[in-house]
């Protein structure tokens, strides 16, 4: 008999362990080894069953044990000082209390973070892949920095999915239904009691409404908007149902709840808790990108005297940052415009934002755009003054990706920056590797160290003994082989198998055999089967009699993707042979329960995606913080951090970095060649280094790799480290341009408004008209100088909007200039006659070899970020071949 309704029924504790209740709800538990531990010793089989799951726990645990612990004053000793670590956490000053302190201008007063995942703990499913890890690892550095941060997202009742096999090898999906009363989340409630609540106007007069839950990741709160709410009707409850699902409409109500209730969640939260108010919006990726046109609103209708939408445009994107984590434009969400129009317009409208402004800002208006398409990507680049990839690599690709938002400019001039991705050590690091460390360098440096990214703090690192080295690995490899052997009989029993079939299971993998990992999400270009592009050179690795290699590989496809299921099936089909299946397995559910376990217990972490398709790829941070080594196709970050001696380069067919056509003939070869790459670095340099052992049966060439990639990439691929770049270079000049555009009751922004304008609309006129440059006969010599004077008519636009650069460098064989050098010319008197103004410098040959110049001109104001911001330059006529002033 199926029960009509289900909820459930918490624990009473008894009032000595009510601190239980506190533990259990920030989620700090996660990271923190020493609360996990109190939690296991509650009862170590519930413990075990609810998934390591302390809100679970509390709930399923046996009154007649809690009773026993209420009086155990060894239990209530260690649960005292955790609720008072706990308490010295979340209100002590930490990094960013610090540096604030140290700091003449003041840091931002908090900082809104958006994304539409975040990975935090297996506990709490809300997440996917890498976006959503990324995010919580973002949060958990944020906290342990104490960098007020406020997160939002979605609260996903079925999560993503849960992954299972068929008999045949087919990917199978389950979406659990998540009780929040059974998660680490609090309903945001109004001072009366009754639940916050926000609203968004849809067409045809309905309303999307949502309740608020917050989860406590450490001190930064999470809030999670969730539409499931007897308010709204069967539609608009099932907006928040599931991760990336449904169609065209239900993503754009997603995003749209997202970003506008994000931002009324975000204040409805301050005003409630008193937290702070946010001077920094940060979007990660596009999903979140309507953020900006809702606080446009608020400008817009801000009392007495709001804003108009151009000043209010200029407020919002000096305190706003856009991340994009997508190298390809396929990877961008995009709307049908008459869609967006539709939510947008009519009954559905914001106050005070006209539906052609929110349209302007989507628009694909370069050369080769969709007109009738709307880009979120586009979207979030022209709502932030500042935007960011996620590793170097990405950077120059999104410059070049995104180069039709700024005409005119080289993509290196392109206003993108990067920083780097990171990984949360606390989270990531065994718990085996960290006692380790700390018994070299001490326990609070170790902590320390995996806090900050400071790179002294891991001095010291590079002492610890060979011996201590491998036994370590040697443990991490064993308790991945359990784990791997426990997993593969359980997913085999859901396929089908009977227990009398899985005998075979127990001897599966082998502690001692040199073990390879590769987990990700399986879209096409992460080339999950490359490996298996010469199966028959694959199986002599996996069977070689003196140099075995072992494979562990998980990955989930999205729903929708059968080329992505199909690729699973094929790794499935030759993992379930019975000649091999010792050596390779395919756990299925990837997740981060698993990956924990993962990570540490591989030696060699494989990364094979189409260069230059990944933008970061965390799963190899994780690994190498576990003294686990890379073998990667040179993308992502580790295009920038291989070095060499901390893993190795699989060589790419590809060197220009093209995206090859799937259905050429090219795109074979290509695999071919870099699957043949793989197979010759993995037996003649990766598994003759792990099996090259010295007389103590020590393989000290191996062990001199591990201990270097820990401590070199240690400090480099933390989260801590990632967050520390994006508060000094990011964060805090946000906060600044925000706070310089919001004084005066918004009269800065609105003359920054009134000045663009008046830049776009006179900038037809502006033209570089004449340039000459004076040089005695030996001026083309290394150390000489050219004397330049250009002409240049600025129509009605004043000297003080402008500047006029002289634009030198290298040039190629089409004189295109590279590696460019500015030299910023200045005025010289009035305009002439003719309404031109002249301009002079000296321009001094620092370059030996083919070189050149030319000369633009640019908008010029002190609250531009950058000289590319509005897209606008002017260039000599003669300058489309850029060979204005040659010299060879």
Not at 288 to 301: C, K, N, Q, S, T
Request: net charge negative; glycine share 10%.
């Amino acid at each position: 008999m199926k029960a009509i309704r289900r909820f459930t029924v918490r624990t009473v504790l008894p009032e000595q362990l009510q601190p239980l209740h506190e533990l259990a709800l920030n989620l700090r538990w996660s990271w923190h080894p020493e609360t996990r531990d109190l939690f296991r010793s509650v009862d170590p089989e519930v413990w075990a069953a609810t998934g390591e799951d302390p809100v679970r726990l509390l709930g399923e645990v046996p009154a007649t044990r809690l009773a026993a612990l209420a009086t155990d004053r060894r239990f209530l000793r260690r649960l005292g000082d955790l609720a008072e670590d706990l308490r010295e956490y979340l209100t002590g000053p930490r990094w960013y209390q610090t540096r604030q302190a140290a700091d003449a201008a003041p840091l931002p007063a908090a900082i809104a973070y958006f994304s539409p995942e975040y990975g935090i703990a297996a506990a709490l499913p809300q997440y996917s892949g890498g976006l959503g890890i990324l995010a919580g690892d973002h949060l958990k550095a944020a906290s342990d920095l104490g960098v007020p941060v406020i997160g939002v997202g979605l609260f996903y009742r079925h999560g993503y999915f849960r992954q299972s096999l068929s008999r045949d090898g087919w990917q199978q999906e389950r979406y659990p239904l998540l009780d929040p009363d059974e998660l680490a989340v609090s309903l945001l409630r109004e001072a009366d009691g009754t639940p916050s609540r926000i609203d968004l106007a849809l067409p045809g007069g309905r309303t999307l409404a949502a309740h608020i839950w917050k989860a406590q990741v450490g001190r930064v709160p999470l809030l999670l908007l969730d539409s499931d709410i007897e308010a709204n009707s069967p539609a608009e409850r099932d907006v928040t149902d599931r991760l990336y699902g449904g169609g065209s409409e239900h993503r754009l109500l997603q995003e749209m709840l997202l970003g506008i209730g994000g931002v009324r969640a975000v204040r409805a939260h301050c005003r409630l808790t008193g937290h702070p108010a946010p001077d920094v919006f940060h979007t990660n990726e596009g999903h979140a990108g309507f953020l900006g046109v809702e606080r446009i609103r608020e400008l817009v209708a801000e009392a007495p005297a709001g804003l108009d939408f151009a000043a209010a445009l200029e407020a919002v994107r000096a305190g706003t940052l856009f991340t994009t984590h997508t190298p390809v434009p396929a990877g961008i969400d995009r709307f049908d415009r008459e869609l967006v129009a539709r939510h947008f317009g009519g009954d559905a409208a914001l106050p005070g934002v006209p539906v052609d402004q929110v349209l302007a800002l989507g628009a694909e208006s370069w050369p080769d755009g969709d007109p009738k398409l709307f880009n979120m990507a586009a979207m979030g680049l022209r709502l932030a003054q500042r935007a960011n990839g996620v590793s170097t690599l990405h950077g120059e690709v999104s410059r070049s990706m995104f180069n039709g938002l700024w005409p005119g400019f080289d993509p290196a001039e392109v206003p993108i920056t990067s920083v780097t991705n990171g990984v949360h050590a606390a989270t990531w690091i065994d718990p085996a590797v960290v006692r380790l460390g700390a018994a070299e360098i001490g326990a609070e440096r170790a902590e320390e160290a995996m806090t900050t990214g400071e790179t002294r703090r891991w001095t010291g690192l590079e002492l610890i003994g060979n011996t201590e080295v491998w036994e370590l690995r040697r443990s991490l490899r064993a308790q991945l082989v359990e784990e791997a052997r426990r997993r593969l009989y359980a997913s085999w029993r859901r396929r089908g198998a009977g227990e009398a079939e899985l005998g075979w299971v127990s001897s599966v993998l082998d502690p001692d055999v040199l073990t390879i990992g590769f987990a990700r999400r399986v879209p096409s270009y992460k080339r999950l089967t490359l490996m298996l592009r010469d199966a028959e050179r694959l199986r002599a690795l996996l069977l070689h009699p003196t140099r075995p290699v072992q494979v562990v590989v998980a990955g989930k496809a999205h729903p929708a993707d059968d080329g992505g299921k199909r690729l699973i099936q094929q790794m499935v089909a030759f993992a379930d042979d019975p000649a091999v299946r010792h050596r390779i397995v395919f756990l299925p559910d990837y997740d981060m329960a698993m990956a924990q376990r993962l990570y540490p217990g591989c030696d060699v972490w494989l990364n094979n995606p189409l260069r230059p398709l990944e933008a970061c790829g965390t799963s190899g941070m994780k690994a190498a913080l576990n003294g686990c080594l890379n073998l990667s196709v040179l993308d992502g970050w580790w295009d920038e951090w291989y070095d060499g001696r901390n893993g190795w380069a699989i060589p790419t067919a590809d060197e220009s970095g093209g995206v090859l056509d799937p259905d050429s003939g090219e795109a074979e070869r290509r695999d071919d060649i870099e699957a043949a790459a793989l197979y010759d670095l993995i037996e003649n340099q990766v598994a003759a280094r792990f099996y090259d052992r010295d007389g103590d049966g020590l393989p000290q060439q191996w062990i001199a790799m591990v201990r270097h990639t820990l401590v070199t990439l240690g400090p480099k691929v933390l989260a801590g480290r990632m967050v520390r770049e994006y508060v000094e270079r990011l964060y805090a000049p946000a906060a600044q341009a925000q706070r310089e555009l919001a004084d005066r009751q918004g009269r800065s922004a609105r003359e920054l408004a009134v000045w663009k304008a008046k830049v776009r609309e006179a900038w037809p006129a502006v033209r570089v008209e004449h340039v000459e440059a004076d040089c005695p006969a030996d001026a083309q010599e290394l150390g000489s100088s050219l004397a330049l004077r250009v002409q240049v008519g600025l129509g009605t636009l004043e000297p003080a909007d402008v500047e006029v650069q002289a634009v030198s460098g290298r040039v190629d064989e089409r004189d295109r200039i590279s590696d460019a050098c500015l030299l910023a010319l200045k005025p010289v008197g009035g305009p002439d006659l003719d309404g031109r103004t002249r301009y002079e410098g000296s321009l001094e040959l620092c370059r030996t070899g083919p070189f050149g110049y030319t000369v633009r001109v640019l908008p010029a104001h002190p609250r531009l970020a950058s000289p590319a911001e509005l897209g606008l330059v002017a260039l000599p006529a003669e300058s489309a071949g850029m060979d204005a002033g040659l010299l060879r």
